[in-house]
């Protein structure tokens, strides 16, 4: 694969067909697989009559490019099964933000997008959604090693808040408005796992913790927070930086430092990029955040390359994201 930019992709795909053939690069480099079966192999592209376009269930005509599987006897596109799948939107726009999401450190604003790409702004926020169900669409397994937890709270500035606000009424902690996040760091890769939870307590940590890490063959950096005590006990070590006492790093990690850069960072896109999320969105965003964190050894070529691995098995309809 050469080098991706959003230069040389606009050359290379100036029609639909053209973006359907570098989608089929990006997802098949060696020969089509055929999403119904899984084989991959010599399918057979079945072209157009008319050489160029097909007409589609819907009534309109597409340049898509479908093939049929020689096993399965199944028909099948690059888009079939994937976060573009029965999208109006050109493959073309999709290509492009999903670019621009893996590789600008901060995002990119859904109203950017549908300014710059000319769609609805409803669908620009739902094309942002529907990339960061990919980016958390990631099979990579549980941390094991060194691993750096923390949390924040994300959100929430009671002055912008209406005087009648309901919020405000229970109000009183510093916190109370805020929505927590933890994010948990592998020390040796720089990977990292994030949740956003109710409320920050031992079994919900705990919980976090077992869903992400391989507890016998971590050990856990923390700071001196008492959520951390029973499950450390469960891993192969807990180390614990006491930062009332000035300690900051130990041998085996700097501390819980890997997370607040992680977190600082996220706070300051959040407040740039898109102003201020919903904590019903929240997760999703943290997500975003994550993956090209996790990420942040690749190039932006092969980021996105990894991207579009992850697109398979991704179909987030609208309900369930405004529920
Ligand atoms: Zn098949």
Request: hydrophobic share 30%; aromatic share 8%.
């Amino acid at each position: 694969m050469n080098k991706i930019t959003l230069g040389n992709m606009a050359s290379r795909i100036p029609t639909e067909a053209d973006a359907y053939i570098y989608l089929e690069t990006l997802r098949w480099p060696e020969k089509p697989i055929c999403p119904h079966c899984g084989v991959i192999g010599d399918h057979y592209y079945l072209k157009p009559e008319n050489g160029f376009s097909r007409g589609t269930t819907r009534g309109s005509v597409s340049e898509r490019r479908v093939w049929k599987c020689k096993d399965c006897r199944k028909q099948f596109s690059a888009t079939t099964n994937t976060v573009f799948h029965g999208s109006k939107v050109p493959l073309r726009t999709w290509l492009f933000v999903f670019f621009e999401m893996c590789c600008n450190k901060n995002g990119i604003a859904a109203r950017e997008i549908a300014r710059k790409y000319g769609v609805a702004p409803k669908t620009a926020w739902f094309m942002t959604q529907r990339i960061r169900e990919a980016m958390a669409n990631d099979s990579s397994g549980k941390l094991s090693g060194n691993i750096v937890m923390d949390e924040t709270y994300i959100g929430g500035k009671p002055e912008n808040w209406h005087k009648n606000d309901p919020r405000r009424a229970k109000d009183g902690y510093s916190t109370a408005h805020k929505t927590p996040v933890v994010a948990l760091i592998s020390e040796e890769t720089g990977e990292i796992r994030t949740k956003v939870i109710t409320t920050v307590s031992g079994p919900n940590i705990r919980q976090v913790i077992k869903e992400n890490v391989s507890l016998a063959t971590s050990i856990l950096h923390t700071d001196s927070a008492g959520v951390y005590r029973t499950i450390g006990k469960e891993m192969a070590g807990h180390h614990v930086v006491n930062h009332h006492v000035g300690q900051y790093v130990t041998e085996l990690s700097d501390g819980t430092n890997k997370a607040e850069n992680f977190f600082s960072q996220l706070k300051r896109s959040i407040s740039g990029t898109h102003h201020s999320i919903s904590p019903e969105h929240l997760s999703r965003y943290v997500t975003e955040f994550a993956y090209r964190h996790s990420t942040h050894g690749l190039s932006d070529t092969e980021r996105m390359v990894r991207l579009m691995a992850q697109t398979p098995g991704v179909r987030l309809s609208y309900r369930p994201l405004t529920n």
